[in-house]
């Protein structure tokens, strides 16, 4: 918990009543001070009461206050001793270029470190033991995770596993409506709230099959269907909403799904690998050869 509290309480912000909100809200814009400040000082900050911190304390697992403020200032000394300051915060309207890359690209890197901190190897090893054995494996998602189920059925399918991506919301509940015991169903979504990803999985949970949710919020609609959830730990921005670190975050790990089925069932994958290569092979442009000239 301790690594990982702002990622936590960042993604259960929006699920937060709006007292102990104001008090997420507090924290995240300036855990430094907050680490700093008495129980009595936080909550006259935040208009709240100390027994409204009390509840936002053991909303994010932790006992209670003090284990906050150590938590917090944890979290902050092991940035201290990170390379360098952290380009923090939102993109703002003036920012240059440079501060702009800048802000992209440490989001990215550490979409990408905080998921893979945040992701459970036990939830991960349960959801790879039910690819291996699965009938068929559907995948749901809209918008940018669309793309990233797309992304995962492609790769299933690389290596025998029929899987299927249906981004279009009728389709997946047409989808939903047809599997079963032995089947999985997978759905992405950052928030855990969009309603269409979310009917799907529970269509396909009420046929018996098995569910999976990858999504930032473990306490959202889609994790309290899910069978199993597989977490992500992105951050989202006024500028950023569906950005490229959330879709790195699920693609991280959409890849280690991926690879751990691989790995489990090595013979068959690597033989479907060298297949479908070959397959493709003559696709591309051979060495001494112009695409231009046809």
Do not use: W
């Amino acid at each position: 918990m301790t690594d990982q509290l702002t990622d936590t309480l960042r993604s259960q912000l929006a699920d937060l009543q709006p007292a102990m909100r104001r008090v997420g809200d507090y924290v995240l814009a300036d855990p430094a001070r907050a680490s700093t400040l008495t129980i009595t000082d936080l909550a006259a900050a935040c208009d709240t009461s100390e027994a409204t911190v009390v509840r936002f304390c053991r909303r994010l697992g932790l006992r209670g206050y003090p284990q906050l403020r150590m938590a917090l200032a944890t979290e902050l000394g092991s940035r201290e001793h990170s390379d360098g300051p952290s380009p923090t915060g939102d993109i703002a309207p003036g920012d240059d270029l440079a501060s702009v890359i800048e802000k992209i690209a440490f989001a990215d890197a550490r979409a990408v470190e905080d998921t893979a901190r945040s992701l459970s190897v036990a939830e991960l090893e349960a959801v790879v033991d039910t690819l291996v054995t699965a009938h068929r494996v559907d995948l749901y998602g809209v918008g940018a995770s669309g793309f990233v189920a797309a992304d995962l059925q492609q790769k299933l399918h690389r290596i025998g596993r029929m899987a299927f991506a249906f981004p279009d919301a009728h389709m997946a509940l047409v989808s939903a409506a047809l599997v079963g015991p032995g089947d999985v169903a997978i759905a992405i979504s950052h928030t855990g709230t969009t309603i269409d990803t979310l009917d799907a999985l529970r269509i396909a949970s009420e046929r018996g099959a098995t569910t999976v949710a990858i999504t930032n919020n473990p306490r959202s609609p889609l994790a309290r269907v899910a069978d199993h959830v597989l977490r992500t730990a992105a951050r989202e921005t006024t500028f950023r909403s569906g950005a490229t670190a959330s879709r790195l975050a699920q693609l991280t790990v959409v890849d280690c799904v991926f690879v751990a089925v691989a790995q489990r069932t090595y013979d068959r994958s690597q033989a479907a690998l060298e297949a479908t290569l070959a397959a493709v092979a003559d696709r591309r442009v051979r060495p001494g050869r112009r695409g231009s000239e046809d």
